[in-house]
């Protein structure tokens, strides 16, 4: 079964940080390029960052520029997210997905994990 | 970056038929992709590229696109579709390699 697993999260104090996993299972990982998306309470989705396969290209939204880091270990068939300088504004449900290419013009996100909770508080 | 706009909230007799639009730039580049989530659920990937659905969607739901638009159709509506969805897609606007969303669509289902 194909499947992603993410943990980590928990309660954190403004300016901390914090390290996210996500496991994959079923599938290839290293030939996937795969992100993480985050959800505000009560808010949308935000896709916050992807990797490539080789771990070479790496992008970020701009509000996290500078404050999280994406990485991934093909042989540990693991994702991360290293967050640091938390604000409050960052509390979500932190969600990895893997990324599909259909070709050209049609990309999309075909499994996503159950996500895990991050909460910036003191 | 790019926008993909959303109507905040839609509502359907149950049975009947129901869209759910997807607006912005990105979308004359890349076809969107689209999500359902139920309440404190993940996002389940309900239609993709031109009219693609994952292996278990109900065919009631089909996907349509047309300029800076990408459209969202359910046929017959159910009590289950219930949920709020989101269209995204990769962002046309700088590097191609990151990605946005909509804003989320709640429907409800009369």
């Known amino acids: 079964e194909v499947q992603l697993v993410e943990s980590g999260g928990g309660l954190v104090q403004p300016g901390g940080s914090l390290r996210l996993s996500c496991a994959a299972s079923?599938?290839?990982?290293?030939?996937?390029?795969m992100s993480w998306v985050r959800q505000a309470p009560g808010k949308g989705l935000e896709w916050v960052a992807n990797?490539?396969?080789?771990?070479?290209?790496?992008y970020y939204v701009d509000s996290v520029k500078g404050r999280f880091t994406i990485s991934r270990d093909n042989a540990k068939n693991s994702l991360y997210l290293q967050m640091n300088s938390l604000r409050a504004e960052d509390t979500a449900v932190y969600y990895c997905?893997?990324?599909?290419?259909?070709?050209?013009?049609?990309?999309?996100?075909?499994?996503w994990g159950k996500g895990t909770t991050v909460t910036v508080s003191s | 970056s790019s926008e993909l706009t959303q109507d905040p909230a839609v509502s359907v007799a149950l049975g009947q038929t129901v869209r759910i639009t997807c607006q912005g730039d990105?979308?004359?580049?890349?076809?969107a992709s689209w999500y359902q989530q139920k309440p404190g659920q993940a996002p389940v990937l309900v239609i993709y590229?031109?009219?693609n659905r994952p292996s278990g969607i109900p065919d009631r739901f089909s996907g349509s696109s047309s300029g800076n638009t990408a459209s969202l159709t359910i046929t017959g509506a159910q009590a289950e579709d219930e949920a709020d969805y989101y269209c995204n897609s990769r962002d046309s606007s700088g590097n191609h390699l990151n990605w946005v969303f909509g804003g989320g669509t709640k429907l409800t289902v009369l």
């Open positions: 990105s979308l004359r580049s890349y076809y």
């Open positions: 997905a893997r990324e599909m290419d259909c070709g050209g013009d049609c990309y999309y996100m075909d499994v």
């Open positions: 590229g031109k009219n």
């Open positions: 990797i490539k396969q080789d771990g070479s290209e790496k």
């Open positions: 079923g599938f290839t990982f290293s030939s996937y390029w």
